[in-house]
């Protein structure tokens, strides 16, 4: 008798045990039948290639279902650690109780030294740590799996217990994965998260909610992604704020990306075709305007390169920033498609609509939207009160009837209600419950869904909400300090932008043809 037969028979007599007579016997049948699959294929033991070979035959639901069954069945009781056709493990390991986790964490201290404990009881002290965070179930199942998917890569590695090499791997392949085209970004991301968390907890005992630093697949290589590190930490020295950092981390990765290069060795060897292939690459990504952004900065990590020797020449100069007309004018909607983003808006979240009400009906800029506390609207003087982050000048806003309306609308029957606490009128969907950074995908998506093109030129960001209602006020002839005072300008030089889309204005100040052609120099020993 073969190894096969053997674990199918052991199988058998568990299953004799555990199941009625009827299903015993349909049981019986599909493990018989896996034994003369292997017998016809020349299968003596149980293996992956004969795993596979018996699935595939599956051409319904059905069959595929009992087929996976009894394959799980001696895959478990052989111990091959086979993989389904999907790539996951027919068994996969089980992670410790939380009792048995939170017994062991009593006699241990933090931080938990590499090969002190299994995997499994950390990723259950880190499931507790993140349960004050009041996460969806979807999003607590999301982490969950994500840790399930480490335990069992440790475990086909042949070792389940914690080492923070081991988990640096998983993220590894993680980038590889996606990088081939097998795992979605989504699922990276995640992945990535849950091994921070998991990081965190085990240096610490515990967890605070934050956003970590996801590695770009594009500096997947060690040497790539160390040099990127170090140029961070050049612009660092700098005394550069965050969001400027992470612009020029962008365009480092997009330089990266677009020279083609295995490793930063390969550097040592560019050529100018490298370069503008790279600047064709960043060009097909990027608008024109984000182009003239983009392009000045790669000059400066050309320069950087050169300087710091990883580039055998300064490139920079082949670098120009792409020429194109400055529109002074400033983006706005009709009333035509106005009328279809407040359509728009009767299908969208309560959230959105209030947010784009207080947008487009009052002027307010993205920031002070999401910065917007309770205590700033006077619900009995029908007015809000807001100290504006641009400029730091209090702005006194008339709290109109719809616009409050749908504010209460969202407070009372959207607004989670274990979000109480905070301060702020408008939170994320999902727990942990704190303001929002920008409100530009709220617009912008609102804006693709109703299908809205602006005048002058293709914008989606809140600020066009502002400058349409700039242009009723401009259309109506209100008083220019009037517009002034409702979009809380402080200088004169602030509103010259708004004030030139008044279009009947600026057709009655056009400078005639008459100077056109007419010679104002002369050339001459002493006029030069």
């Known amino acids: 008798m073969n190894?096969?037969?053997?674990?199918?028979?052991?199988?058998?007599?568990?299953?004799?045990?555990?199941?009625?007579?009827?299903?015993?016997?349909?049981?019986?049948?599909?493990?018989?039948?896996?034994?003369?699959?292997?017998?016809?294929?020349?299968?003596?033991?149980?293996?992956?290639?004969?795993?596979?070979?018996?699935?595939?035959?599956?051409?319904?639901?059905?069959?595929?279902?009992?087929?996976?069954?009894?394959?799980?069945?001696?895959?478990?009781?052989?111990?091959?650690?086979?993989?389904?056709?999907?790539?996951?493990?027919?068994?996969?390991?089980?992670?410790?109780?939380?009792?048995?986790s939170a017994a062991v964490f009593e006699k241990i201290s933090f931080p938990v030294a590499d090969g002190q404990i299994d995997a499994g009881l950390l990723i259950r002290r880190a499931e507790n740590?993140?349960?004050?965070?009041?996460?969806?179930?979807?999003?607590?199942?999301?982490?969950?799996?994500?840790?399930?998917?480490?335990?069992?890569?440790?475990?086909?590695?042949?070792?389940?217990?914690?080492?923070?090499?081991?988990?640096?791997?998983?993220?590894?392949?993680?980038?590889?994965?996606?990088?081939?085209?097998?795992?979605h970004e989504w699922k990276r991301k995640i992945r990535h998260r849950s091994v921070c968390v998991l990081?965190?907890?085990?240096?610490?005992?515990?967890?605070e909610w934050k956003l970590f630093p996801v590695r770009k697949v594009c500096c997947f290589e060690d040497s790539l992604e160390e040099l990127r590190q170090q140029y961070n930490s050049f612009l660092r020295t700098q005394n550069i704020e965050n969001n400027t950092?992470?612009?020029?981390?962008?365009?480092?990765?997009?330089?990266?990306?677009?020279?083609?290069?295995?490793?930063a060795n390969e550097l040592s060897k560019l050529k100018p075709s490298q370069i503008q292939s790279m600047l064709v690459f960043i060009s097909k990504k990027l608008s024109v305007?984000?182009?003239g952004t983009v392009f000045p900065i790669i000059r400066q990590i050309l320069t950087y390169l050169y300087v710091a020797g990883f580039v055998p020449r300064?490139?920079?100069?082949?670098?120009?920033?792409?020429?194109?007309?400055?529109?002074?004018?400033?983006?706005?909607?009709?009333?035509?498609?106005?009328?279809?983003?407040?359509?728009?808006?009767?299908?969208a979240p309560l959230r959105t609509k209030a947010m784009m009400r207080l947008a487009i009906r009052l002027g307010l800029r993205d920031i002070d939207i999401c910065n917007l506390r309770f205590q700033q609207i006077d619900w009995i003087n029908d007015q809000i009160i807001v100290e504006q982050e641009k400029t730091g000048v209090t702005l006194f806003l008339p709290l109109l009837e719809d616009v409050g309306n749908a504010i209460m609308d969202y407070i009372m029957n959207e607004r989670p209600v274990t979000a109480a606490k905070y301060p702020y009128v408008f939170v994320r969907k999902q727990a942990p419950?704190?303001?929002?950074?920008?409100?530009?995908?709220?617009?912008?998506?609102?804006?693709?869904?109703?299908?809205?093109?602006?005048?002058?030129r293709d914008s989606r960001g809140v600020h066009v909400c502002r400058y349409t209602l700039t242009h009723k006020l401009l259309q109506k002839k209100v008083p220019h300090h009037v517009i002034?005072?409702?979009?809380?300008?402080?200088?004169?030089?602030?509103?010259?932008?708004?004030?030139?889309?008044?279009?009947?204005?600026?057709?009655?100040?056009?400078?005639?043809?008459?100077?056109?052609?007419?010679?104002?120099?002369?050339?001459?020993?002493?006029?030069?």
């Open 433 to 456: 419950y704190k303001k929002l950074a920008s409100m530009y995908r709220v617009c912008s998506g609102l804006f693709a869904k109703a299908d809205i093109h602006t005048v002058n």
């Open 484 to 528: 002034t005072d409702t979009l809380g300008h402080v200088s004169k030089e602030s509103d010259k932008p708004y004030f030139s889309m008044d279009e009947q204005m600026l057709r009655e100040c056009p400078l005639d043809f008459s100077l056109v052609g007419q010679k104002y120099w002369e050339e001459g020993e002493n006029r030069g």
């Open 129 to 183: 740590e993140m349960s004050y965070l009041q996460l969806s179930s979807s999003t607590r199942w999301q982490y969950m799996q994500a840790w399930k998917e480490l335990y069992s890569f440790l475990y086909l590695r042949g070792n389940t217990t914690f080492t923070r090499e081991a988990c640096s791997a998983f993220v590894d392949d993680s980038n590889l994965k996606k990088k081939e085209g097998l795992l």
């Open 3 to 100: 190894k096969l037969k053997e674990v199918v028979n052991v199988v058998l007599e568990q299953q004799k045990l555990k199941l009625a007579p009827s299903t015993y016997d349909v049981r019986k049948n599909y493990l018989k039948d896996l034994v003369d699959h292997g017998d016809r294929l020349g299968f003596s033991e149980p293996c992956q290639e004969l795993y596979d070979s018996f699935i595939s035959r599956a051409n319904t639901p059905d069959l595929r279902f009992q087929l996976f069954h009894a394959v799980r069945l001696v895959d478990q009781e052989a111990k091959t650690k086979a993989l389904t056709p999907e790539g996951k493990l027919y068994n996969e390991p089980e992670i410790t109780s939380p009792d048995e």
């Open 245 to 263: 950092i992470a612009l020029y981390d962008y365009s480092f990765r997009c330089l990266i990306e677009g020279v083609i290069v295995n490793n």
């Open 199 to 207: 990081l965190e907890v085990a240096d610490t005992g515990c967890f």
């Open 289 to 291: 305007n984000s182009r």
């Open 314 to 347: 300064d490139y920079s100069g082949m670098v120009l920033t792409p020429a194109y007309q400055s529109i002074h004018l400033r983006p706005y909607i009709t009333a035509s498609d106005e009328k279809k983003l407040f359509n728009a808006m009767e299908e």
